[in-house]
């Protein structure tokens, strides 16, 4: 069932990189955050519990999938899983790859951007660069593994 007002509902969400009858996968086209994935659930559930075990067990399967193949091909120092859902309250989860000096470590994502100087911000937007350029090998790669689940 979908809602007329969710915007996961009525959207992607993102890029979407692969989906099936169940979820999708997609880039969240953050710009802080190259790399920055989710998977969403397709039907609107807001809770994990909402979801029969099988269900609960094919989306968490795609999760670590997901961060399996961020840490391979991505090589962060770090990957957060987080499921909120208290803006938008259709079950999704994020994973996003985290570096020592990416702008909020070891804050969340979600915090506010702590200051920086110019060398460090330089030093931010490189190291971004970086991984923009490894994206679509990363999206290549989760797609190959998604394909054979
Ligand atoms: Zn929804």
Redo the contacts with the bound molecule.
Sequence with gaps: M??AK????QTPGGTVLWQNQYLRVIDACDQLYPGFTRVIWMA?VVEMTDLSAAEQAELLRVVLLVEQVQRAELKPDKVNLAAFGNV?P?LHWHVIPRWQDDPHFPQAVWAAVPHADLKTQAAQEARRARVQQQLTAYHQALVTQLDSI
């Design positions: 979908l809602s969710c915007p996961l509902c609107h938008v259709h």
